[in-house]
C-alpha cells in the first residue's frame, strides 16, 4: 500500500526525535554542555529534513524546491467577473472543435481559482475545489466546452493536480495550439480532509459516490459555460484518484464517458485488511461493498461507450497489477482501453510522464482535436 512507506518513515522520525529528547533529559540532569545540546538540536533538524526528502521522494509530492516554497500556479479565490457568469446547462450534439475557432482577445494562459461545490444532494462538506478555466473562456463570446474532473491521491488534497504536477502547464501548451480551447477542468475534493478516506463511495462515512456523480456535475453545469453531453465529459485521477474515476465510470457511465486512471487500487480500501474495510464502512456488509467496486460491474455490465486509459509506474509492482487487471476487465467489459507504463514508482513523477499521452487520449474522446 502506498501508505506504508509514509508509515515506515514517520515511525523513524518519532522514534528517533523521541530518543533525542531522552538524551537531552538524562544530559540535563549530567550538567551535559550547551555545545552538545546545540548538537543535538541540530541533528534533530537535519533528520526531519532527511526524512521529509524520503517521504517527498516516495511520492514526489514537490518536483522541485521551488514548487515547495513557491507553488508555481497562482489560485485566486474567485473567477475573474468577466468569467463568473452562472449560465446553466448546455447540451451540445457535435463537439466544440467543429463549432468555434478561435477569437482575437484571449489571455496567454488559463485561469485557475478556488471554489466551495456545496453538497446539496450528498450532504457533503468538501474542501474548495479548483477549477482551471482555458483561454477560450475569456472570449467575449466564449464556446461551451467539455469538461475534464480530476481527483488527487489520498492522503492529499485538490491542490495536490496544481503543486505536483504539469497539468496547468499541458493545459496551457495545448490551448496555446488549440485556438484557446482546453476542457474546462474541475478537481474537487471528495475526502473532507486531508486524513480523511471515504473511497469514493455511499457508506456509514459518506456519500461521497453523490457527491461526485450529483452535485459535482450539477455545479459545474449550473455556473460554467460546460457541455453537459456526457459524451464530452471525461474523470480522471492518481492512485485514490485514479480508483474514484474507475468506479465513477463504471458506476455512472451517464455522467462519464471517458477516463484516466494512474495508478489506481484494484477497489477501494481503508486498509491492506479487506474485512476492516468492510466492518468500518458497510457495518460488516460485504454484499453491499462487493456492489460498489468495479471490478463487480465490469463483470456485469458493458459498456461499449466508455474509453479509459490507464498507467502506472514500471518499478510499482503493486499498483502495475492492479492496472492489468483492471485493464482487462474493462475490456471484456467492452470499453475501449489503452494502457502504458513509465519509469518510477508511486509517485506525481509517473503522473508526469503520463500526463502528454493520457490527455491527448482523453481529449479526443470528449471531442478535442
Known amino acids: 500500500m502506498l501508505y506504508l512507506a509514509l508509515l515506515m518513515w514517520v515511525l523513524t522520525l518519532g522514534s528517533t526525535t523521541a530518543l533525542a529528547g531522552l538524551r537531552r533529559r538524562r544530559s540535563a540532569r549530567g550538567g551535559t554542555s550547551a555545545v552538545r545540546r546545540s548538537l543535538a538540536g541540530v541533528a534533530t533538524v537535519v533528520l526531519i529534513g532527511f526524512v521529509g526528502i524520503q517521504v517527498n521522494a516516495s511520492f514526489g509530492q514537490y518536483p522541485t524546491v521551488g514548487s515547495l516554497l513557491n507553488p508555481p500556479i497562482a489560485i485566486a479565490e474567485a473567477a475573474p467577473p468577466r468569467m463568473q457568469l452562472a449560465v446553466g446547462s448546455h447540451f451540445m450534439a457535435t463537439p466544440v472543435s467543429e463549432r468555434w475557432h478561435g477569437a482575437a482577445d484571449l489571455p496567454a494562459a488559463g485561469t485557475v481559482f478556488a471554489t466551495k461545490i456545496p453538497g446539496l444532494v450528498s450532504g457533503f ?63 474537487p475534493d471528495p475526502n473532507g480532509s486531508s486524513s480523511a478516506n471515504t473511497m469514493c463511495l455511499n457508506s456509514s462515512l459518506a456519500q461521497a459516490d453523490t457527491y461526485m456523480a450529483k452535485d459535482v456535475p450539477n455545479w459545474i453545469k449550473a455556473n460554467l459555460d460546460a457541455d453537459s453531453n456526457p459524451a464530452h465529459w471525461a474523470i480522471g485521477g ?132
Open 238 to 369: 492518481f492512485s485514490y484518484g485514479g480508483t474514484c474515476a474507475v468506479q465513477q465510470v463504471t458506476r455512472h457511465p451517464d455522467v462519464f464517458s471517458s477516463f484516466l486512471a494512474v495508478s489506481p487500487e484494484r477497489e477501494p480500501a481503508l486498509t491492506v485488511d479487506r474485512k476492516l474495510t468492510i466492518d468500518r464502512a458497510f457495518k460488516g456488509d460485504a454484499a453491499a461493498f462487493d456492489a460498489q467496486v468495479p471490478l463487480t460491474l465490469l463483470a456485469k455490465n458493458k459498456y461499449p461507450l466508455v474509453r479509459g486509459w490507464f498507467a502506472a509506474g514500471a518499478q510499482d509492482a503493486q499498483y502495475s497489477a492492479n492496472v492489468k487487471i483492471l485493464e482487462a476487465a474493462a475490456r471484456q467489459a467492452g470499453m475501449t482501453i489503452e494502457s502504458a507504463s513509465y519509469p518510477g514508482g508511486h509517485s506525481w513523477s509517473v503522473v508526469n510522464a503520463a500526463l502528454p499521452k493520457g490527455l491527448a487520449f482523453t481529449f479526443a474522446g470528449i471531442g478535442l482535436p
Open 125 to 187: 462538506q468538501a474542501r474548495d475545489a479548483m477549477v482551471y478555466l482555458p483561454p477560450a473562456y475569456a472570449a467575449s463570446q466564449r464556446p461551451v466546452l467539455p469538461v475534464l474532473v480530476l481527483v488527487s491521491g489520498q492522503p492529499g488534497a485538490p491542490e495536490a493536480w496544481l503543486q505536483s504536477s504539469d497539468l496547468v502547464k499541458t493545459l496551457d501548451s495545448y490551448a496555446s495550439s488549440h485556438e484557446g480551447v482546453a476542457p474546462i477542468v474541475v478537481i
